[in-house]
């Protein structure tokens, strides 16, 4: 039996890789039975009514919606939370049986905020709340408009898509697809019917939408319904090998947010559900602008507006759930940035190490190899701060278990390892080997720990063990029953300088439908995983991430990559876009993937570098380095039967690029470093798309070859084969001085710029401060006391200004002791002189470090005839030929402290 086992798996394991591409593995909307009753509605047909005038609630609104064609009621819901920030919320009003509503998302402590009721219109009522907002609602048909500054920004059911199928009995003839749905050999059985909810969404005035992710697609979002009929964007977490590229397939994540973006008005929607997804999206260039739109603007300000604009409209359509819609109206992007932070979590702050280099291969054999793996890497001077291991460093596919063949004396390997600095991460995925001996399965099983098939028995199906169940991270007890088992008392083996990665977890079951879970299999409190399927991975990776808390005590923060995730997966850790491909097509789609993640909440995102499958030629590993050097999650990763590619074996000229591109990213981490700690504060991601940072210049709106690291840099990286010049749009409201040469570039400008083999084109902001560390070591933990050289672009009236973030790295203190600097670094020009400064910034704390200032590097200030600090003149040296001035040691006590520096032009 064992036997026959093993040769089954087998043939799913070949079955699964060489079918990676095929899409008749996956369903399409045609597939889908809800999908296809939804995408059919017919416009403007809409069947729900107001019934009931609204009422107050404290502070919510209440109203009775009804389906004219069934007669069935539901509470639809209103709130506000903030200046600029809406929910809409519609549910059954007598179900037959609960309706599943997303936990562990939404922000515990979130206030509901105050709003006014208005009535005067007989066809509507009106709420206002915070800065300029306002909802108005039709009664016949229903409609919600959401307005800022008296425009709608927002619509909702103005198509009249809107759809909620309600529980109820199996009635004669029902539709195919209904009450049970077969694909391929799988047989969904569907207890509780039909149970879909949809919902158009307008943006008017918009010609661009992004988020939704995750796709291998374009950062501005594509139609999928007008002159080109496509597949809707498809949300549904699942395992797709070496996918394709330029499709709304889903992929491993979702997260059901999108944000549409004019030159005068970001807005952004989240539908909160953890279903099946699908949205279409079309964009019209010249739609008028509809009637009641023009109604309420006249209500409120008196006039009606005749002009014509652009508009997308898109309809949203989920398996299952509420619908619970939260709008974020801005009105600047990093205004619905903090919105939706407010709302799904901040980032927190990730360790110094988790944002350096990692390493990683399917599968470093053995400690040995480790070993070599370590010392290469030292003696070609290349830092690194983190080795992974995968599935085969365990005792045959168990996780939390060692193969002591091959790694015998693994605590002494982790202490080798973090002697120099670094830590190393271990896999551990969901999926639980069923077999006698196994500690973490036959607790788990004991206890009813996994979840359960459509029959009551525990769910059984296949990954790389082999037979395995999967953990039911929804429940609160088993979550911290995870968590306690990645202590080194129940992981044996690990040291606390060991991490931890979630991997498989959309889930993946090789012998499950579209190589994941049955939608009727059940979870705690009797739910399907058709509720839940989208949030499973991310309630894993909080777990991860909660166990390595515990382990230390509550000092240590975690750091977890997982590569399933949903809104709110930013609370836990970092996030990768899966098995791509040693290609420039994936080089390329490697940044609009990154750039859709992070403006929808994820901000540590990263792409492997190099590819999982293939073998890159040098020529696009060398360009995948210097791309990934700029990306917040920076990994080289590779399958287990590509040729070994670690940088140090490259040939000397690549190997001497790939190594400055790794220690650029070094040098770059003090700034890298204190752009996360905004990000917490903020919700604003560290890699942004241009239009973020200039979010009037319409050049930038899809702009997707180039990319803002923080408010500063400008990254522009060479993404196709044989290239050696790169052609690069300058963002209008600003000029750029090119790093580190110094060559100018006026905002609002193209320009075709030299990108030999050695060079990214990378561009620092005029008005600007960057702070590096130029002194490379082996790991980033070798850094922290070393001096930080400050990068100084002036603008056209000689100003410029930055901050710099100091900490010890690693703990919490920052947060529970206030053990934290944050500097505020000023240039002004006044009288023929300039001023450099350096001053606390508010509510920083107080931390102690030796690190100081050992230069200052400033672009666009001229030849100055002296320079001074605190009275004492200062060394510097002025380049006529890139015009950079270079003042050495203008403050070598504690950074921490004050001070001031005058250059005399």
Not at 324 to 341: H, M, R, T
Not at 493 to 521: Q, R
Not at 569 to 586: E, F, M, R
């Amino acid at each position: 039996m064992v036997v026959v086992r093993a040769v089954v798996l087998g043939v799913l394991l070949v079955a699964t890789l060489v079918s990676a591409v095929d899409r008749n593995n996956f369903k399409k909307c045609q597939d889908s039975s809800f999908c296809r009753r939804n995408r059919n509605i017919p416009e403007n047909q809409t069947p729900f009514i107001a019934k009931t005038d609204p009422e107050l609630d404290g502070d919510t609104v209440k109203v009775t919606l009804q389906n004219t064609q069934t007669n069935k009621e539901f509470i639809v819901s209103f709130d506000a939370y903030g200046d600029a920030t809406g929910r809409v919320r519609i549910n059954e009003k007598d179900p037959l049986k609960p309706r599943y509503q997303v936990q562990d998302v939404v922000n515990p402590e979130l206030k509901v905020a105050h709003v006014h009721l208005k009535h005067g219109d007989p066809d509507a009522f009106y709420v206002t709340f915070g800065n300029d907002c306002a909802v108005a609602v039709s009664y016949k048909p229903f409609r919600v408009d959401f307005l800022r500054n008296n425009a709608v920004v927002v619509s909702l059911n103005s198509r009249g898509l809107m759809n909620f199928e309600h529980y109820r009995e199996k009635q004669e003839g029902d539709e195919d697809g209904m009450w049970e749905e077969e694909f391929k050999t799988h047989k969904d059985t569907k207890p509780h019917g039909p149970a879909s909810v949809g919902m158009d969404i307008s943006f008017p005035g918009a010609r661009h939408v992004y988020g939704i992710p995750e796709h291998a697609h374009d950062v501005s979002l594509k139609p999928t319904r007008g002159s080109e009929e496509t597949e809707p964007y498809r949300l549904y977490n699942l395992d797709v090998f070496e996918y394709e590229l330029q499709e709304t397939m889903a992929l491993y994540g979702s997260i059901p947010y999108m944000l549409a973006h004019t030159a005068q008005q970001t807005s952004g929607v989240l539908l909160l559900n953890s279903a099946e997804m699908w949205i279409d999206v079309a964009k019209k260039e010249t739609s008028s602008v509809n009637k009641w739109a023009q109604k309420l603007s006249s209500f409120i300000t008196g006039t009606a507006p005749t002009e014509e604009q652009p508009q997308v409209d898109t309809h949203w359509m989920a398996e299952s759930g509420i619908i619970d819609l939260f709008v974020f109206l801005g009105p600047s992007p990093k205004e619905v940035f903090n919105q939706y932070a407010l709302v799904t979590g901040f980032s927190p702050l990730p360790p110094l190490f988790s944002i350096a280099y990692h390493q990683c291969r399917w599968n470093y054999n053995d400690e040995q190899d480790v070993k070599t793996v370590a010392t290469q890497f030292d003696e070609f001077d290349i830092p690194f701060d983190i080795i992974w291991l995968d599935i085969e460093h365990t005792d045959g596919k168990r996780y939390m278990t060692w193969d002591t063949a091959k790694f015998p004396n693994s605590i002494d390997m982790q202490n080798t390892v973090a002697s120099k600095g670094r830590k190393m991460v271990n896999i551990v995925d969901p999926h639980i080997k069923r077999v006698g001996g196994y500690h973490v399965h036959e607790q788990a099983e004991k206890l009813g720990y996994y979840i359960k098939d459509r029959d009551g028995k525990d769910y059984d199906g296949w990954c790389w063990p082999g037979s395995s169940s999967w953990l039911d991270f929804m429940d609160p007890k088993i979550r911290s029953w995870w968590a306690d088992m990645l202590d080194p008392q129940h992981y044996q083996g690990t040291t606390l300088n060991m991490y931890f990665w979630n991997d498989m977890n959309e889930p993946s079951v090789f012998n499950g439908p579209e190589i994941t879970m049955h939608k009727d299999a059940k979870h705690y409190g009797g739910w399907e995983h058709r509720d839940v399927h989208n949030i499973y991975g991310m309630w894993q990776q909080a777990s991860t991430a909660e166990g390595i808390k515990r382990r230390s005590g509550g000092v240590e923060r975690p750091f977890v990559l997982s590569r399933a995730f949903f809104a709110g997966s930013q609370k836990y850790g970092a996030i990768w876009t899966g098995d791509n491909v040693a290609a420039w097509d994936h080089l390329e789609v490697s940044i609009p993937m990154l750039l859709s993640m992070s403006v929808a909440g994820l901000p540590f995102v990263g792409a492997d570098m190099g590819g999982f499958f293939g073998n890159p030629e040098p020529e696009l590993l060398v360009r995948w380095y210097q791309a990934g050097s700029y990306q917040p999650f920076m990994r080289a990763h590779a399958h287990l039967d590509t040729k070994r590619r670690e940088p140090y074996l490259l040939e000397e000229r690549e190997r001497g690029i790939v190594r400055d591109a790794v220690r650029g990213r070094y040098q770059l981490l003090p700034f890298w470093y204190t752009q996360f700690y905004l990000t917490e504060q903020t919700g604003t991601p560290v890699m942004r798309p241009t239009w973020v940072e200039f979010p009037s210049d319409t050049e930038t709106f899809a702009e997707q070859s180039a990319h803002m690291l923080g408010d500063s840099l400008l990254v522009a990286p060479v993404l196709k084969q044989g290239h050696t010049t790169k052609e690069v749009y300058f963002p209008k409201g600003a000029d750029w001085f090119e790093y580190p040469m110094g060559s100018k570039f006026h905002g609002g400008s193209r320009a075709t710029v030299p990108a030999p083999l050695d060079k990214t084109p990378v561009f620092q902001r005029a008005g600007s401060i960057v702070p590096r560390r130029m002194r490379v070591r082996r790991s980033s933990k070798l850094t922290t006391e070393d001096p930080f050289s400050l990068f100084v672009a002036a603008d056209t009236a000689g100003s410029a200004q930055g901050q710099l973030y100091v900490d010890d790295t690693h703990t919490f203190e920052y947060q529970e002791k206030n053990a934290f600097v944050l500097r505020n670094f000023t240039l002004t020009h006044e009288g023929g002189a300039y001023t450099f400064t350096s001053r606390a910034a508010d509510g920083s704390g107080v931390f102690a470090t030796t690190a100081w200032i050992e230069r200052l590097v400033l672009y666009g200030v001229g030849r100055p005839h002296a320079v001074s600090c605190e009275g004492i003149n200062l060394e510097f040296h002025f380049n006529s030929n890139t015009q950079v001035l270079e003042v050495k040691k203008p403050w070598t006590k504690s950074v921490t402290q004050d001070f001031s520096i005058t250059i005399y032009a």
